[in-house]
Each structure stands twice: as C-alpha cells, then as structure tokens.
Nanobody
Framework: QVQLVESGGGFVQPGESLTLSCAASGSIVRLAVMAWYRQPPGKERELVASIRYGGGTNYGDSVKDRFTISRDNAKNTIYLQMKSLKIEDTAVYYC?????????WGKGTLVTVSS
C-alpha cells in the first residue's frame, strides 16, 4: 500500500516563500516519478512540477523560475520550494506518484497567498 503525506502548507503574503514536503511509503516508491499538482479554487487540477527518480524535472509555465522541486530518495520524500508567491498560487497542492502504470495521490495541503 502506498501512502503520500503532504505537509508544509499555510498562509503567506505575496512575495513570501514556502516549502512543501511529501513523504511516500511503500515499495513502489523506488524508481517512481513523483510530482506536485495543484487545484485553485473553482479551477481544474494542474501540474506544478514533476521529478524522475534520477532527478530530471519538468515545470508548469506559471511556476518556472519561482518553484523548485527536489527529492531525497533515501527518505522517499519530495519537496517543493516556492518563492515569490503570488495570490494566484493559492490552491490545494497534491503530491502524486506514478510507477509502472499505477498512480497515487496524497490528500493535499492548502496554500493560501493573501495580503
């Protein structure tokens, strides 16, 4: 059984920074692609960033140059460092894992950016 547990969400003001973490458990974590998605209020879920086991990354256009995804394979954990946060970054952020055709989602963590 795979579990993804997000943490680090909260309330910040525009321009501030925040780092999210996602701890994964289960044997399928090895060699998995992991990612962060987000769902703003009233909108569809969208890809924020993804990272392969070897470290290759991909980012959504709206977060390039502001967000950084990383992973610690020894800890089965991925991170999302978010800088220069904007009001439009407000969303529930979900951790995602894919491996061999199977995918899993975390329950999400809320990030609110407001003045």
């Amino acid at each position: 059984q795979v579990q993804l547990v997000e943490s680090g969400g909260g309330f910040v003001q525009p321009g501030e920074s925040l780092t999210l973490s996602c701890a994964a458990s289960g044997s399928i974590v090895r060699l998995a692609v992991m990612a962060w998605y987000r769902q703003p209020p009233g909108k569809e879920r969208e890809l924020v960033a993804s990272i392969r086991y070897g470290g290759g990354t991909n980012y959504g256009d709206s977060v390039k140059d502001r967000f950084t995804i990383s992973r610690d394979n020894a800890k089965n954990t991925i991170y999302l460092q978010m800088k220069s946060l904007k009001i439009e970054d407000t969303a529930v952020y979900y951790c995602y894992l894919w491996n061999s055709g199977m995918n899993y989602w975390g329950k999400g963590t809320l990030v609110t950016v407001s003045s």
